[in-house]
């Protein structure tokens, strides 16, 4: 069925999942289409592989049930796109055109998922100090509560009667000290310590 659309080449096939990398490595396809039942290696497994050998090479996993742990499992596989099993043979080829565009289906529960996901893996990254470790100047206090307010160094250095050079030194002091990557975690950081203002 595939092979009888106009937009599509089907250039190989494989029985089994170690033939399907075999053949992916060597063929280098667009889009792969990796059932989850293959025997010897299961889709998750091939698409892992395909990911770290192949990584130019879009996969859609076939046949995925319609449960977030799963579908999870096949984005964080390296998967590019998923049908589920229940899915018609019309949403399979958009889902084949968006993958070869370099876009991704989710279903807003998925999407919702990931948004959760990469907040976690974010807040595991980030370096866990102790607290009461770490000791701001009474100026970066002021800075932190000033850029909390929403203030650019601009207005910052205005309201304080210092240069705007001087503002961005103590706030790239304030990242290093704290070893965090951007403004807004510093905010975080000390709200989460009640260092903020009323």
């Known amino acids: 069925m595939l092979g009888e659309q106009k937009d599509i080449v089907v250039i190989g096939k494989a029985p089994s999942g170690h033939v399907a990398l075999e053949q992916i490595k060597k063929l280098r396809p667009d889009v792969a289409l990796i059932d989850t039942g293959m025997p010897d290696k299961d889709g998750i497994e091939v ?7 192949a990584p ?10 319609d449960l977030t742990e799963e579908i999870m499992a096949c984005i964080e596989a390296g998967a590019a796109g998923y049908v589920l099993k229940e899915d018609s043979f019309d949403h399979l080829i958009d889902t ?4 070869h565009r370099g876009e991704s289906f989710c279903s807003p529960q998925i999407t919702a998922s990931l948004f959760s996901r990469i907040a976690e893996l974010a807040s ?11 000791k701001l100047t009474s100026r970066e206090l002021e800075i932190i509560n000033l850029i909390a307010e929403g203030l650019p160094n601009k207005e910052i250095a205005q309201r304080l009667f210092i240069e705007t050079q001087t503002v961005k030194n103590h706030v790239h002091n304030i990242l290093d000290k704290l070893q965090l990557h951007n403004r807004f975690e510093a905010v975080q950081y000390a709200r989460e310590r009640n260092l903020l203002k009323k």
């Open 56 to 65: 130019e090479v879009r996969v859609i996993i076939l046949g995925v049930i």
């Open 47 to 53: 698409t892992k592989a395909l990911h770290q050998e």
């Open 96 to 99: 084949i055109h968006s993958v």
């Open 124 to 134: 595991e990254s980030m370096p866990k100090i102790p607290p009461g470790s770490i």
